[in-house]
């Protein structure tokens, strides 16, 4: 049968119900985008669109769901998205915070350093728009002539004030590339946590390793498999889940009426096993494609466990407007839960814990004002 409907972020994290992400900006860099009703409705909250591999933004890429837009997509929904189609059940940690979305892929599925870095620059070049937070779930290739200057444009968003998360990678033991081998990114590996807050931790297989002598990543962890994130509108994925889903509850209802009609003979034996193995058959292409409705599907990798760490930045800034990057990272790190049964090369700080980094973020602010109190600043 499929898998049970997953608890969403903020119930397996734990994590205030409080804050939101309101009054905060959060761009994000991905493949591509689609505006998704869990970013349009009930109230628009897409505050920009661009598009780092163009000189301008073509509409129809962005209102046409197209085969490299889902990833961004739902790296943006698992940020910010509110659960809208899911009646508010898969929601993000940052439900009300303004996105900004930065394309940086290319129509053929290339992704470009010198893209990367245009995008990862674009808060600097529209510094009217407020962004305070960037996530990055995306790497330029290995061989990209532009590495340097994908850590480089890290360094220079960093440095004006801008938070840059970035997705460490899925591949074992290998360091991470550009822009999360970047030093001033916050670099997230990922958590297999069962998808259940109660579930028994473990690490994801993600990348980790020494980037340079003194510079370890990931920084920290959370989770990268599991993750509620809903499917393109209108697409093949889309239009199967929904189709399966239809076509299970008529089979499982069909399977209840040959047992236990009154109105006609029942059901052969052969009838029934021909029910039950249709039954077995969607059910497990269910599994396989990882629907969990027919609007959404768990996604796994640490595409998604950044956005996640992202949204609890949204929710530390909501908390504390003044905290600066090296304070949204002091206080995730020291507020992370260590996993004392792995090398903290692969953890970094160990794993995210959203409620306590907004509590470090509170606790920062009524530090700042007691001591202006006590240095007569204030009355």
């Given at each position: 049968m499929p898998r049970p409907q997953l608890q969403s972020i903020p119930e397996r994290l734990d994590a205030s119900q409080r804050f939101t992400g309101r009054g905060v900006v959060l761009a994000l860099v991905d493949s591509g985008f689609y505006p998704h009703p869990d970013l349009m409705r009930p109230r628009r909250r897409i505050k920009a669109y661009a598009d780092?591999?163009?000189?301008?933004?073509v509409a129809d890429d962005f209102f046409t769901p197209r085969n490299w837009s889902w990833h961004g997509t739902m790296t943006a929904c698992t940020a910010a998205g509110n659960g809208y189609v899911s009646g508010g059940r898969y929601r993000g940690l940052a439900s009300d915070a303004e996105v900004v979305l930065i394309k940086a892929g290319l129509s053929d599925g290339r992704i470009l350093g010198k893209h990367v870095a245009h995008a990862i620059r674009f808060p600097?070049?529209?510094?009217?728009?407020?962004?305070?937070i960037l996530n990055v779930s995306l790497a330029a290739p290995s061989n990209d002539p532009d590495l340097a200057?994908?850590?480089?444009?890290?360094?220079?968003?960093?440095?004006?004030?801008?938070?840059?998360?970035?997705?460490?990678?899925?591949?074992?033991?290998?360091p991470s590339r550009p822009p999360a081998s970047a030093p001033e990114a916050i670099t997230v590996g990922g958590l297999d946590d069962k998808g259940d807050r109660h579930g028994d931790p473990s690490l994801w297989p993600s990348s980790y390793g020494?980037?340079?002598?003194?510079?370890?990543?990931p920084d920290l962890v959370a989770p990268a498999i599991w993750v509620p994130a809903p499917m393109l509108p209108g697409t093949l994925v889309a239009r199967e889940a929904g189709a399966l889903f239809q076509l299970l509850s008529v089979l499982e209802e069909l399977s209840v009426e040959q047992g236990f009609s009154e109105t006609r003979q029942r059901a052969t034996h052969e009838e029934r096993a021909s029910v039950n193995g249709l039954i077995e058959a969607v059910a497990a292409r269910i599994t396989r494609q990882k629907y969990i409705g027919v609007d959404y599907q768990h996604v796994d990798g640490t595409s998604f466990?950044?956005?996640?760490?992202?949204?609890?930045?949204?929710?530390?800034?909501?908390?504390?407007?003044e905290l600066t990057p090296a304070q949204i990272r002091e206080g995730l790190l020291a507020t992370a839960a260590a996993m004392p049964h792995y090398p903290k090369i692969e953890q970094g700080a160990g794993l995210l814990r959203p409620r306590q980094a907004v509590m470090w973020a509170l606790q920062r602010k009524q530090d700042k004002h007691a001591a202006a109190v006590e240095d007569g600043a204030l009355e």
């Open positions: 780092a591999t163009s000189e301008e933004a600097l070049r529209y510094p009217h728009l407020g962004i305070r200057d994908v850590e480089a444009a890290v360094a220079e968003v960093v440095a004006a004030g801008i938070t840059v998360f970035a997705a460490a990678g899925n591949t074992p033991g290998r020494t980037i340079r002598p003194g510079l370890d990543k466990a950044s956005p996640i760490a992202a949204s609890v930045a949204a929710q530390m800034l909501e908390a504390n407007a």
